[in-house]
């Protein structure tokens, strides 16, 4: 069974001066026991099919399955069975109860009995490692702190199916990796499946299965991080000019002239070469630098999900250009 099947699912915010298409057909299924990715700029439409699919918001068109049960007839079974945890966490807490107030409040209020409760919570201390976010009151916690309550809310009553929109917003880098430690073992260890979305493009890749990226309501590409990477199929040389050092026209013009230089980008001292046979760009244009008397650091990658990201998302910019 699929943990959720979304087929052409539009939505239009409707007000009195504008419309708004923030979802425009969107086809996503997910498999159980994944952990998948929603990436896409601000304004993408992440949120809106979050919120769609976990009930809180009403779609205009198109079909949601999750966990097998139909969104339109089964929102009672479909609430019971997910977690979610959102991108506005002030409102996800109440201010004047401790963390563990808090928690407990929503175990209440999910029916997890007192025992799971307790087990559930020796969990968070263990995966948090710092008592203080349980006992202080919410309202004298950091915007992180409150946020790591926020995505243990999201977990309490075990669901089978968690939609975690912006999870690691505001958490330092060592809270952000207790945060993927535990969501790797949620859904690893007991076969959950989680759908996330976030900024911090390492934390997607390290953690999800496949990735759909969204773009201006539509969904761009979808697949496992490596092969999105991989289909991009790029060799990039960077040369990091020293300080001093400026690359002239005639400089440029020689590395653009090389064969295997398929193009030339020029940001903040760096000179961005993509190549398509690496070992022999290396070698020319060692000896370029050298004849024009500069001693550039030189380095060599291949694709980040950053730069899928930015070949799906930032079209616009490359068009102005
Ligand atoms: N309640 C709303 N009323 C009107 N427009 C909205 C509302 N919520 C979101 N939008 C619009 O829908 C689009 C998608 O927003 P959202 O789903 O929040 O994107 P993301 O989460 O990817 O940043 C944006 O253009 C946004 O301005
Ligand atoms: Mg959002």
Do not use: W
Request: net charge neutral; proline share 2%.
């Amino acid at each position: 069974m699929k943990a959720l099947i979304a087929e052409k699912v539009k939505k239009t915010y409707k007000s009195r001066k504008r419309k708004t298409e923030a979802l425009k057909g969107v086809d996503i299924e997910v498999e159980k026991g994944e952990i998948f990715g929603i990436l896409g700029p601000n304004g993408a439409g992440k949120t809106t099919f979050i919120k769609i699919c976990s009930t809180l918001l009403n779609k205009t068109e198109g079909t949601v399955k999750v966990l097998g049960y139909d969104l339109e007839k089964d929102e009672k079974e479909i609430r019971k069975r997910i977690g979610y945890i959102g991108q506005d966490s002030e409102r996800s807490t109440y201010a004047r109860l401790t963390g563990k107030e808090n928690l407990e409040f929503f175990a209440t209020l999910y029916n997890v009995h007192k025992e799971d409760f307790l087990v559930r919570l020796e969990e968070f201390k263990k995966t948090y490692d710092n008592d203080e976010i349980f006992d202080k009151e919410v309202m004298k916690l950091s915007g992180g702190q409150k946020q790591a309550i926020v995505v243990m809310r999201g977990f309490l009553h075990n669901p089978d199916l968690v939609f975690a929109d912006e999870i690691s917003k505001g958490l330092d880098p060592i809270a952000a990796k207790k945060i993927r430690n535990f969501v790797k073992n949620y859904a690893k260890g007991k076969g959950k499946t989680i759908i996330m979305t976030s900024q911090i493009m390492s934390e997607i890749e390290e953690l999800c299965d496949r990735v759909a990226i969204i773009f201006e309501g539509k969904v761009v590409a979808i697949d496992t991080p490596q092969n999105l990477m991989d289909d991009l199929n790029m060799q990039l040389i960077e040369l990091r000019l020293r300080t001093g050092e400026i690359a002239s026209p005639e400089f440029l013009q020689k590395l653009i002239d090389l064969e295997t230089v398929s193009a030339i980008e020029q940001e903040n001292g760096f000179i961005k070469l993509p190549v398509t046979d690496s070992a022999e760009a290396f070698e020319r244009i060692m000896k370029i630098c050298k004849d024009f008397d500069l001693n550039p650091v030189i380095s060599y990658r291949t694709a980040t999900l950053e730069d899928v990201f930015l070949k799906f998302c930032d079209k616009k910019v490359e068009l102005e250009v």
